[in-house]
């Protein structure tokens, strides 16, 4: 009796400290979204305390609301007017914050907080001319704080204007110990190399039972960077079946605009290990919210038919789509293809997904295609194409993967391999597979 009468005493007060446990969360969690007018009665700093409680709980509107009576009892409290303009531009109303800021820079125009909130309301709002003017007052008043003239610093080279920013972090460093102009200065650096080096090696095996060489190539590539778009040049130097060739192909991203640019190539061999001539043009447009579309064509000459020396038809044509998303540090794209032929129209499709490094880059990715197309745009371009695709391809599907790795700043090494297997129209019991692997190293300078 004495035993059940303690574990009956035990289970009232665990119940009774499970109660108390509850409803201190419950009026915590009920003290943090204002249902009621209370806070009305607080007195100014309480009341400023409790706006910025709210806000930082996620409940924005009644934060201002807060802000809003503070100020009508106090104008002049600064501190209350520059978090509310903070709030208003965490909710992009960005005019209302301005007008806030301006009128407490009117009265104290040294104002550390409502110079950096103005600073950060005119980057955020994309007005990065209006942010280098705050920034620039802010160093005038305050050249001691080396945050201020890193943030003029940044602004300048977001502006397009690295020359400006350099001494301005140069001078940081030369004081102290700054991570954040240390990491921009590096950044400009890199940036400033506008020319590329690279040299790659690969190999194509493949045939019906077994395996044997069907090719191997090299390729040296030189690109620069304008400030109209990229250009660069490759010569590739192709061996196949004891047949050696070369070709020159030239390669452009001019910018057509915001969110606009355009893919642009053209290639010439004398050789039959390469098409004459391969002329390629593309439109790629941004869509918004990280995603991309394209619209483009191929169109191949080559008065050395392999297949048929009599062949009249020697123009080949094929038009190519995509779409493109990017999701934090992933990419996703289609691809299709459609080549008009006096037998029919011919298709395909791939898709790929690539991951990129937190830095961006270093990616890897893989790509799986079937149907009856040409290589992928960026492989048609520099690639040479062989013999034996000539003789048209039915059914065929391929998976490929690459990787791109940096090695200090300056360097990087790439590298792919992948599979794949078709049916060739002169036999469709013929399966044939190829393997292919290639490997390179690239330097900017």
Same mark, same amino acid.
């Given at each position: 009796?004495?035993?059940?009468?303690?574990?009956?005493? &035990?289970?009232?007060?665990?119940?009774?400290?499970?109660?108390?446990?509850?409803?201190?969360? %419950?009026?915590?969690?009920?003290?943090?979204?204002?249902?009621? $007018?209370?806070?009305?009665?607080?007195?100014?700093?309480?009341?400023?305390?409790?706006?910025?409680?709210?806000?930082?709980? =996620?409940?924005?509107?009644?934060?201002?609301?807060?802000?809003?009576?503070?100020?009508?009892?106090?104008?002049?409290?600064?501190?209350?007017?520059?978090?509310?303009?903070?709030?208003?531009?965490?909710?992009?109303?960005? /005019?209302?914050?301005?007008?806030?800021?301006?009128?407490?820079?009117?009265?104290?125009?040294?104002?550390?907080?409502?110079?950096?909130?103005?600073?950060?309301? !005119? %980057?955020?709002?994309?007005?990065?001319?209006?942010?280098?003017?705050?920034?620039?007052?802010?160093?005038?008043?305050?050249?001691?704080? *080396?945050?201020?003239?890193?943030?003029?610093?940044?602004?300048?080279?977001?502006?397009?204007?690295? &020359?400006?920013?350099?001494?301005?972090?140069?001078?940081?460093?030369?004081?102290? /110990?700054?991570?954040?102009?240390?990491?921009?200065?590096?950044?400009?650096?890199? @940036?400033?190399?506008?020319? %590329?080096?690279?040299?790659?090696?690969?190999?194509?095996?493949?045939?019906?039972?077994?395996?044997?060489?069907? !090719?191997?190539? +090299?390729?040296?590539?030189?690109?620069?960077?304008?400030?109209? #778009?990229?250009?660069?040049?490759?010569?590739?130097?192709? !061996?196949? +079946?004891?047949?050696? =060739?070369?070709?020159?192909?030239?390669?452009?991203?001019?910018?057509? #605009?915001?969110?606009?640019?355009?893919?642009?190539?053209?290639?010439?061999?004398?050789?039959?290990?390469?098409?004459?001539?391969?002329?390629?043009?593309?439109?790629?447009?941004?869509?918004?919210? #990280?995603?991309?579309?394209?619209?483009?064509?191929?169109?191949?000459?080559?008065?050395?038919?392999?297949?048929?020396?009599?062949?009249?038809?020697?123009?080949?044509?094929?038009?190519?789509?995509?779409?493109?998303?990017?999701?934090?540090?992933?990419?996703?794209?289609?691809?299709?293809?459609?080549?008009? &032929?006096?037998?029919?129209? *011919?298709?395909?499709?791939?898709?790929?997904?690539? &991951?990129?490094?937190?830095?961006?880059? $270093?990616?890897?990715?893989?790509?799986? #295609?079937?149907?009856?197309?040409?290589?992928?745009?960026?492989?048609?371009?520099?690639?040479?194409?062989?013999?034996?695709?000539?003789?048209?391809?039915?059914?065929?599907?391929?998976?490929?993967?690459?990787?791109?790795?940096?090695?200090?700043?300056?360097? @990087?090494?790439?590298?792919?391999?992948?599979?794949?297997?078709?049916?060739?129209?002169?036999?469709? !019991?013929?399966?044939?597979?190829?393997?292919?692997?290639?490997?390179?190293?690239?330097?900017?300078?």
């Amino acid at each position: 009796m004495v035993n059940s009468t303690k574990t009956y005493i &035990k289970l009232c007060l665990l119940s009774l400290f499970i109660l108390m446990t509850v409803g201190e969360g %419950s009026y915590a969690l009920l003290a943090q979204q204002p249902s009621d $007018d209370a806070w009305r009665d607080l007195g100014i700093d309480a009341l400023f305390k409790a706006a910025r409680d709210t806000a930082f709980a =996620g409940h924005r509107g009644a934060a201002l609301q807060m802000c809003e009576v503070a100020l009508e009892r106090s104008p002049n409290y600064h501190d209350i007017r520059i978090f509310k303009s903070r709030v208003l531009a965490w909710e992009k109303q960005y /005019e209302g914050s301005r007008t806030g800021l301006r009128k407490v820079l009117s009265q104290k125009p040294k104002h550390k907080d409502a110079l950096s909130a103005l600073f950060d309301v !005119e %980057s955020w709002s994309g007005n990065t001319t209006v942010a280098l003017g705050v920034a620039d007052t802010a160093v005038m008043y305050y050249p001691e704080i *080396s945050d201020w003239r890193y943030k003029l610093a940044a602004t300048h080279n977001k502006l397009e204007n690295p &020359k400006l920013a350099i001494p301005l972090l140069k001078e940081i460093l030369a004081e102290e /110990e700054h991570e954040k102009a240390a990491r921009l200065l590096k950044n400009i650096k890199v @940036a400033s190399w506008k020319n %590329s080096l690279a040299g790659s090696y690969g190999m194509v095996i493949g045939g019906e039972d077994t395996l044997e060489r069907l !090719e191997q190539s +090299f390729r040296v590539r030189y690109g620069r960077k304008t400030k109209y #778009g990229s250009l660069s040049l490759q010569y590739s130097l192709a !061996e196949r +079946f004891d047949t050696i =060739g070369w070709q020159l192909l030239c390669e452009a991203y001019p910018s057509l #605009g915001k969110g606009l640019y355009a893919y642009l190539s053209y290639s010439y061999s004398p050789d039959k290990v390469f098409v004459d001539h391969h002329a390629a043009v593309e439109v790629f447009r941004s869509i918004g919210n #990280g995603q991309e579309v394209s619209l483009g064509g191929h169109w191949i000459y080559n008065k050395k038919d392999p297949i048929d020396s009599t062949a009249t038809n020697k123009v080949k044509s094929f038009y190519t789509g995509s779409y493109s998303k990017y999701h934090k540090n992933l990419l996703l794209s289609a691809r299709g293809y459609i080549s008009p &032929k006096q037998t029919g129209v *011919s298709g395909s499709a791939q898709f790929l997904l690539r &991951k990129f490094s937190k830095s961006g880059k $270093d990616w890897w990715d893989i790509t799986v #295609g079937y149907g009856i197309a040409p290589r992928q745009a960026e492989e048609v371009s520099s690639s040479v194409i062989l013999v034996q695709e000539d003789a048209e391809t039915i059914n065929s599907w391929r998976i490929n993967s690459s990787v791109n790795k940096k090695i200090g700043a300056r360097y @990087a090494v790439f590298g792919s391999a992948g599979l794949r297997r078709s049916d060739v129209t002169f036999s469709t !019991e013929v399966k044939v597979w190829r393997v292919n692997a290639s490997l390179g190293a690239r330097m900017t300078f």
